[in-house]
T-cell receptor, first 111, second 116 residues
Framework: GQQLNQSPQSMFIQEGEDVSMNCTSSSIFNTWLWYKQDPGEGPVLLIALYKAGELTSNGRLTAQFGITRKDSFLNISASIPSDVGIYFCAGQDFGNEKLTFGTGTRLTIIP | DAGVTQSPTHLIKTRGQQVTLRCSPKSGHDTVSWYQQALGQGPQFIFQYYEEEERQRGNFPDRFSGHQFPNYSSELNVNALWLGDSALYLC???????????????FGNGTRLTVT
């Protein structure tokens, strides 16, 4: 099945650093979502974006809905140990129940 | 406020067998979606149930079937298991079938199925 392209695939950073990741699609979506998944758990919703160009924050997390509707970006400022995990983007169309997920970005914090 | 609960948490089956996975949606939610997550990949949509009917289906064979009960809980059945069916099966719930805008999907912690 289709998966969105996320980059980078993995990141190794030090605590306190800022993080940027993105997600691209060959098709347009009307909703973009960002989820975080910890080992042994299901994805947890971080941010939902509903309008092209929209910039939304949730604490240290900021996400943007690309103006072309084919991409989205997630930034994490001043990373902390609990930010470790896998981040997934997901796109959804109006009237379409399913979410199409990205390939994931694995974030690791180096001591 | 109970979130999405899935059972069992782990399951080992033999190729050719059948399996049933169960899901109870988050309190107040009436729609259940199922996703398959292979190791190292993002979840893939299997199907969605609303008002006890399958509303939409992803690119999965007929060996994958489901059911929704009047209390909104759901089952995922997989017949004639293949080795390639080994994955984490995630259940997600929402209020109403179109999720996101009014009610983003909430996921359970999944059932890890291993087919040997």
């Amino acid at each position: 099945g289709q998966q969105l392209n996320q980059s980078p695939q993995s990141m190794f950073i030090q605590e306190g650093e800022d993080v940027s990741m993105n997600c691209t699609s060959s098709s347009i979506f009307n909703t973009w979502l960002w989820y975080k998944q910890d080992p042994g758990e299901g994805p947890v919703l971080l941010i939902a974006l509903y309008k092209a160009g929209e910039l939304t924050s949730n604490g240290r997390l900021t996400a943007q809905f690309g103006i072309t509707r084919k991409d989205s970006f997630l930034n994490i400022s001043a990373s902390i140990p609990s930010d470790v995990g896998i981040y997934f983007c997901a796109g959804q169309d109006f009237g379409n129940e399913k979410l199409t997920f990205g390939t994931g970005t694995r974030l690791t914090i180096i001591p | 406020d109970a979130g999405v609960t899935q059972s069992p948490t782990h399951l080992i089956k033999t190729r050719g067998q059948q399996v049933t996975l169960r899901c109870s949606p988050k309190s107040g939610h009436d729609t259940v979606s199922w996703y398959q997550q292979a190791l190292g990949q993002g979840p893939q949509f299997i199907f969605q149930y609303y008002e006890e009917e399958e509303r939409q289906r992803g690119n999965f064979p007929d060996r994958f079937s489901g059911h929704q009960f009047p209390n909104y809980s759901s089952e995922l059945n997989v017949n004639a298991l293949w080795l390639g069916d080994s994955a984490l099966y995630l259940c997600a719930s929402s209020l109403g079938p179109f999720g996101s805008y009014n009610s983003p999907l909430h996921f359970g912690n999944g059932t890890r199925l291993t087919v040997t």
